[in-house]
C-alpha cells in the first residue's frame, strides 16, 4: 500500500487464504497488546491495524502494507 496512513473507519481490503476480503479499520495499534485471538507487535513507527471483516464480522490485525484502501468514499472523506 503507497499511502500507509489508515483511519479509523477507512474501508480496507487484504488478501486471506486466496481470496479478498473487505472491512472496516476499527483500531490503530501503536503498542503491543493482545488482538484478534494474538499478540500483536505495533510501536508507533510501525502501528498495526484491527479490521473487522464485512463477511464474517471476525477480526484481524494487519501492518499497512496488507491491506489497500476499498472505496471511493474513503478518498471523498479524506477532502472534507
Same mark, same amino acid.
Given at each position: 500500500m503507497e499511502e500507509k496512513e489508515l483511519r479509523v473507519g477507512d474501508e480496507v481490503e487484504w488478501n486471506s487464504h486466496? #481470496?479478498?476480503v473487505t472491512g472496516v479499520v476499527e483500531e490503530i495499534l501503536t503498542a503491543d497488546t493482545e488482538a484478534a485471538g494474538r499478540t500483536v507487535?505495533? #510501536?508507533?513507527?510501525?502501528?498495526?491495524?484491527?479490521?473487522?471483516s464485512d463477511n464474517s464480522g471476525s477480526d484481524a490485525v494487519h501492518k499497512a502494507g496488507a491491506l489497500r484502501r476499498h472505496s471511493k468514499r474513503n478518498a471523498d472523506r479524506r477532502n472534507t
Open positions: 486466496g #481470496s479478498t507487535r505495533a #510501536s508507533e513507527d510501525d502501528p498495526q491495524y484491527r479490521v473487522r
